[in-house]
C-alpha cells in the first residue's frame, strides 16, 4: 500500500506560478511511474503530466506543454509540478498518482494509488 499526500495548492493571479509537492509512503518509490492529473467541476479526470521511475522520462498533456514541469526526487520520495503562466484553465483538485504498470501511462486507470488532491484556483 502506497500513500500519497499532496500539498501546495491555493489561489494564484492568471500569469502566476505554484508548485506543488506530493511525498510518498514507500520504500520503494523509484519502482513507480508517477503521474500528475486533474479534475475540474464537472469534468473528468485528466492527465497532466507523468514521469518514469528513474526520472529520465516524461510526459504531458498539450495544454501544459511549456507551461508545466515534472519532477522527483526518489531520494525524499517527492514528486513535484512547477506550474508557470497559470491560466483560469487550469483551476482544478490536482492529484498524484503512482503505478507499477510499464511506461508512462495517461489514462487514469492504469494508476494503483492516489493522493486525496489539492485545489488550484486561477480567477478569470
Known amino acids: 500500500q502506497v500513500q500519497l499526500v499532496e500539498s501546495g495548492g491555493g489561489l494564484v493571479q492568471a500569469g502566476g506560478s505554484l508548485r506543488l509537492s506530493c511525498v510518498a509512503s514507500t520504500r520503494t518509490f523509484s519502482s513507480y511511474t508517477m503521474g500528475w492529473f486533474r479534475q475540474a467541476p464537472g469534468k473528468e479526470r485528466e492527465f497532466v503530466a507523468g514521469?518514469?521511475?528513474?526520472?529520465?522520462?516524461?510526459s504531458y498533456a498539450d495544454s501544459v506543454k511549456g507551461r508545466f514541469t515534472i519532477s522527483r526526487d526518489n531520494a525524499k520520495n517527492m514528486l513535484y509540478l512547477q506550474m508557470n503562466s497559470l491560466k483560469p484553465e487550469d483551476t482544478a483538485v490536482y492529484y498524484c498518482a503512482a503505478t507499477k504498470a510499464p511506461g508512462i501511462k495517461i489514462g487514469p486507470r492504469y494508476y494503483d494509488y492516489w493522493g486525496q488532491g489539492t485545489q488550484v484556483t486561477v480567477p478569470s
Open positions: 514521469i518514469s521511475g528513474n526520472g529520465y522520462s516524461t
